[in-house]
């Protein structure tokens, strides 16, 4: 197992860095979860799903916001079930999550300034001035407050935040949601970058395009479980499965 | 109402605005970040002001009171964060039960230990008897002018912890979304311990330094927790400008009620309150939830 390095072109991400294993999660009364397993690895993951599948139950319940989660998922070998919310992030998994959830009334320099302090001895170090040259869109609107941004400046304050915890795995619920196709382009372009630098990505998506575009490994979820994995060229080809799947209609039930 | 008399009220509602400010302020944090309405902050405040009574007494240092006052509210609010509240975090309606409770039991220990007496401060010389105001030309007591200073000094420095340091930057964050806050890293619990404690302390050292422009007696409690809650809802939960508005506001529209029409003052406080929920429920400087 290596660690990225400094400004690293590519680095070894080990085949099982994140090993979710018959996961189950409830809020209250509803069974979410109902056993997903996945693997990610260095090869980005896309999980494609109608809305109310428990996609973002599944990012939650990664990143322990979950409170009743049942079964396994082991980070680099240690088990997160369990662990609390800043464990998790410091044990390497940043959360981009959906809605963006950036700090209102917090500047953009401040969001960077409340992540940067935690260093957790890594050494591939991301400062918040490697955020301003990722997205140089940030930079110009350092000193606004974050609830004033567009959603798409939201969004890149949302992924700096989270590239601040040096993660090793990003989850991101959504990334596109609710943005314009152009500012999608320049997103997808950097998702790409720092995937091959080494980042290991879970990405949920309801668009097929976004999801396609960012991973070649997509997985398909229905009312809590994984329903199949297959790969963006193959699920490209197949419309009865996209329709199956992910169209909005004929709905049909898999429970 | 003459030209004494206004600026004698105008003073002594910004006086009381201070205190306000001081037991309100602690309050309004804690409720901001953690969602907790602790209802115990009066009696906190009581007890503050009990102990620091004592110590002042024994030791003959009113400083000391106050900082002894200060530090043990600061444990008390801790452990009845710890031990009480933590277990049933997230649970708003015990929590708020478990505070009553607790506010309860502690008037009546406080009272079995205290007596039903009036306790009465005698503050270090330098802040205490009387000062002729320049340009008004109006005399008014040394402490009051005092406290209204220590009030403003604690604001300024809670805005400049708020906004400058890394710590202030992450309770702001906290008050607008915990859970995000943790999922970058930062250990909410422990904030949460902290911020607990201080606001506890706070509220004791406040009942040191308002008892000693007023008094502390059995009641106060009640008193100064009704004082908060009013400042919280008009001001905005978790928000340090809308604590000193609020406070500005309920202090003085208190004290010039009491001035022009004492039957109906006890009520004016409540009517703003409903004015100030009925247009902006947030409060002044809230955000909608």
């Known amino acids: 197992m290596a660690t990225p ?18 996961l189950h999660a409830y809020y209250g009364q509803s069974h979410i979860l109902q056993g997903v397993s996945l693997t990610v690895g260095r090869e980005p993951l896309a999980l494609l799903g109608r809305n109310g599948m428990g996609k973002t139950t599944l990012c939650q319940a990664l990143v322990g916001l979950v409170p009743a989660v049942r079964g396994s998922a082991r980070f680099d070998g240690r088990e997160l ?21 950036i700090f209102p009334s917090l500047t953009v320099e401040e969001h960077l300034r409340l992540v940067a302090r935690r260093e957790s001895g890594r050494q591939n170090g991301w400062t918040p001035e490697r955020v301003y040259e990722l997205f140089s869109r940030l930079a110009e609107r350092r000193r606004h407050r974050a609830g004033a941004l567009s959603g798409g400046e939201q969004q890149m ?14 989850i991101m619920d959504e990334p596109s949601e609710g943005l314009a196709p ?55 080809a197949d419309p009865a499965i996209q329709q199956q799947y992910l169209g909005v209609s004929p709905r049909r039930e898999v429970a | ?85 933590r277990p049933i975090q997230g649970q708003d309606l015990r929590e708020a039960l478990v505070t009553i409770g607790v506010s309860i039991v502690a008037a ?30 109006i005399g008014y007591p040394r402490y009051r002018l005092f406290l209204l200073a220590f009030a403003l000094v604690v604001g300024l420095v809670l805005w400049l912890l708020l906004t400058r340091t890394r710590l202030g930057i992450t309770i702001r ?40 422009a007023f008094s502390i007696a059995s009641g106060e409690d009640a008193r100064y927790l009704l004082a908060s809650l009013i400042v919280v809802i008009i001001g ?40 100030v929920l009925a247009v902006r429920p947030q409060g002044l400087f809230g955000r909608p939830a």
């Open chain 1, 5 to 22: 390095v400094e400004n690293g072109e590519s680095v070894a991400v080990p085949d099982h860095l994140l090993e979710i294993q018959d």
């Open chain 1, 81 to 101: 079930v369990g662990r609390r919310p800043h464990e998790i992030a410091s044990a390497g998994i940043g959360y981009v999550p959906q809605g963006r959830r």
């Open chain 1, 157 to 170: 304050l949302a992924i700096g935040r989270a590239l601040l915890t040096n993660p090793r795995l990003l």
């Open chain 1, 182 to 236: 152009v500012v999608v382009e320049h997103l997808i372009e950097v998702l790409r970058q720092l995937s091959t630098q080494g980042l290991a990505m879970l990405v949920v998506e309801q668009r097929l395009a976004v999801a396609t575009a960012l991973a070649e490994r997509i997985a398909i979820m229905v009312t809590g479980r994984i329903v199949l994995e297959t790969t963006a060229s193959a699920l490209l």
């Open chain 2, 1 to 85: 109402m003459t030209w004494t008399q206004f600026v004698t009220v105008t003073l002594n509602g910004l006086t009381l605005a201070a205190l306000y400010f001081l037991v309100a302020v602690g309050f309004t944090l804690i409720f901001g970040l953690m969602r907790v309405v602790n209802l115990a902050h009066g009696s906190l405040y009581l007890f503050g002001g009990y102990v620091g009574w004592t110590v002042a007494e024994r030791s003959g240092n009113w400083i000391l009171g106050a900082v002894t006052a200060a530090v043990v509210a600061a444990v008390a609010g801790l452990a009845l964060q710890q031990a009480l509240l």
């Open chain 2, 108 to 137: 009546d220990l406080m009272l079995a230990q205290w007596g039903g007496f009036t306790y009465g401060f005698s503050p270090p010389r330098a802040i205490s008897g009387g000062a002729r105001l320049p340009v008004l030309d």
């Open chain 2, 173 to 212: 964050a906290a008050i607008d979304d915990r859970d995000m806050v943790s999922a970058v890293g930062v250990n909410v619990q422990r904030l949460f311990a902290l911020m607990f404690a201080f606001g506890a302390g706070l509220a004791g050292l406040a009942g040191v330094v308002g008892g000693s």
């Open chain 2, 236 to 275: 905005g939960m978790g928000s340090l400008p809308g604590t000193a508005v609020a406070s500005l506001l309920v202090a003085l529209v208190e004290q010039y009620s009491l001035a022009l029409f004492p039957t109906y003052a006890a009520i004016v406080s409540f009517l703003l309150m409903v004015v």
